[in-house]
């Protein structure tokens, strides 16, 4: 007797099959996280980096595995750079499914010396990089009538901590652009959220990881008693780009162990 064949999914169908999906600032941490947790969904994954020798080796590291992935490096704040590599993954692919907006920087200093030149760095990687980078993905997933656009935000991006003003600002500012973006583009079949980390075990955070104090303050303080790993973002990143998140929009999805839900 031949065995019945399996159901197709209907109601949890969190398969990345034949997506396309561009990741910024996947050379490391949660970008490379999240790009191999795309890629192990189904996706085909352009790893971007500001760095191009770091944007081959995550790429490289993946096609080693087994999976879909090529780099396609610039830096976020040069804008004609990413609309021109957004129209090379739709020429090459013939869509963009998928973009996650993640690459990010932090810049720790009071008030009194964080000046402009650090405003202006922060807000233009963290944030009018994400602008830019949606204005030309949709320009495409418009015209197939569907797309994806994750960005990540954070914890600061709901609250606040002194010393890091210019991020605070920006990641307050990604949730507003998600919003903003959610209520604009969902006529055309675009879905847009944010996922919004806690403290995550990566370069961006070396300084507070080896102050030992801080490290402890932020165990105490979460109800999961602990920092994550980046790999613990890619799960969450996967569910807001697939099928079964398809009725999701506008939303910020914290992946902080419960410390939002605490403040
Ligand atoms: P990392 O510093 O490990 O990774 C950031 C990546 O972004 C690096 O690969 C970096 O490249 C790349 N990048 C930096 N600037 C640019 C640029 N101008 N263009 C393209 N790529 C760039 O940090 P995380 O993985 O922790 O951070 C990823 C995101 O997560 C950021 O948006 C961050 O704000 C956010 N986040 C992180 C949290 C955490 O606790 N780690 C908490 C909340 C949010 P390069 O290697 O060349 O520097």
Redesign the pocket.
Do not use: W
């Given at each position: 007797m031949s065995s019945p064949s399996l159901p197709t999914r209907r109601i949890a169908d969190f398969s990345l099959d034949g997506r396309i999906a561009l990741v910024?600032?996947?050379?490391?941490?949660?970008?490379?996280s999240i790009a191999r947790g795309f890629a192990e969904a189904g996706a085909t994954v352009i790893i971007?980096?500001?760095?191009p020798a770091?944007a081959q080796a995550a790429s490289d590291v993946l096609c080693a595995d087994g999976y879909k992935a090529e780099p396609q490096a610039?830096?976020?704040?040069d804008h004609p750079a990413g609309a021109a590599a957004i129209d090379t993954i739709v020429a090459r692919h013939g869509k963009l499914d998928i973009l996650m907006n993640?690459?990010?920087?932090?810049i720790r200093k009071p008030v009194e010396t964080h000046d402009m030149s650090d405003w202006d760095k922060v807000i233009a990687?963290?944030l009018t990089?994400l602008y830019a980078l949606a204005r030309e993905a949709t320009r495409h997933m418009r015209k197939a009538g569907y797309g994806r656009i994750i960005n990540?935000?954070?914890?600061?991006g709901i609250s606040s901590r002194p010393g890091v003003i210019s991020?605070v600002a920006a990641?307050h500012g990604v949730v507003g652009i998600t919003r903003a973006l959610a209520a604009e583009l969902g006529a055309y079949g675009i879905t847009v959220n944010a996922i919004?980390?806690?403290?995550?075990?990566?370069?961006?955070?070396k300084a507070t990881l080896a102050d030992g104090r801080f490290h402890k303050q932020v165990v105490d303080r979460t109800p999961l008693a602990r920092w994550a790993s980046?790999d613990e973002l890619a799960g969450p990143a996967v569910f807001l780009a697939s099928a079964a998140a398809g009725f999701v929009s506008g939303h910020v999805l914290m992946v902080d162990g419960g410390m939002s839900a605490t403040l």
């Open positions: 910024t600032g996947a050379g490391r941490g949660i970008g490379f971007n980096d500001v760095n770091a610039f830096d976020v704040t993640n690459a990010g920087i932090l990687i963290n990089s990540t935000a954070s914890l600061m991020y990641k919004g980390p806690g403290y995550i075990e990566t370069e961006i955070n980046p």
